[in-house]
């Protein structure tokens, strides 16, 4: 490796020393001008690359540590460490009724917390948008208008993480996208919709009043009644094909 063209010092301004040199590293890495397996170039030659001290070289190596894209080994010296594996849920990968049923088993861990914390700290402009959502609801429950409720719900959690994660799922968060859990399940279409927009309004009513823990429980109750759907529509699909 050409430590001069790999590691050059960066021309921009940063907050401090440290941050360039992360920030060099980092595009090296993602660029694959430095490969997995491969050793970083000493504190020394670090130092002299980037003109700064040994205290700065070794805060830069931390941040990289900390963000998982190195690893040090005493005595031997820093590697880049292989990237990451990448999140495995995508629509393509969720085929059967057992995926969807996986898919709602993270989403009562995720989402019962997400709406505990949207409660205790929505803003006013969120809940008018989660209760114009609602109003849009109840003219036609659409998968889009689902899924945006729960986005909404993410978002006012104050954590971009659930939102992330739940946009990354998108359309997959909605058991009816994938499946009419209803119809396999033998449920009325009209009593299942109407209950299902109750449920969304017993969440929207608790994040309104700031009632976490009924927020919560509102939550549990509208994904739990969804898996019991989807796990009643799963037995008569298994019990049809072995009559």
Not at 32 to 40: D, H, M, N, Q, R
């Amino acid at each position: 490796m050409n430590d001069t063209i790999a590691l050059a010092a960066p021309k921009k301004r940063y907050r401090n020393l440290a941050e360039g040199v992360v920030e060099t590293f980092t595009n090296s890495i993602r660029e694959g001008v430095l490969k997995p397996g491969e050793k970083l170039p000493t504190e020394s030659v670090i130092m002299e690359l980037h003109g700064v001290s040994r205290t700065v070289v070794r805060e830069a190596i931390s941040r990289l540590q900390a963000s998982g894209m190195v690893e040090t080994r005493h005595g031997i010296g820093t590697f880049v460490l292989e990237p990451p594996t990448q999140l495995r849920i995508a629509a393509d990968t969720i085929r059967t009724i057992g995926d969807v049923l996986a898919i709602l088993e993270l989403r009562i861990s995720l989402e019962t917390e997400a709406a505990w914390l949207a409660a205790s700290r929505r803003s006013e402009q969120q809940i008018e948008q989660m209760g114009a959502v609602l109003a849009e609801m109840k003219q036609g429950l659409t998968v889009s208008s689902d899924v945006k409720f729960h986005l909404l719900i993410a978002q006012a959690t104050g954590n971009p993480y659930f939102v992330d994660i739940l946009s990354h799922l998108g359309n997959t968060i909605i058991p009816r996208a994938r499946v009419n859990s209803a119809q396999l399940a033998h449920d009325d279409p009209a009593v299942y919709l109407q209950r299902v927009q109750h449920e969304h309004e017993d969440i929207y009513q608790a994040i309104l009043r700031q009632d976490a823990e009924g927020a919560r429980a509102a939550m549990r109750t509208h994904l739990s009644n969804s898996r019991e759907r989807l796990r009643r529509a799963q037995e008569n699909i298994e019990t049809e094909s072995t009559a």
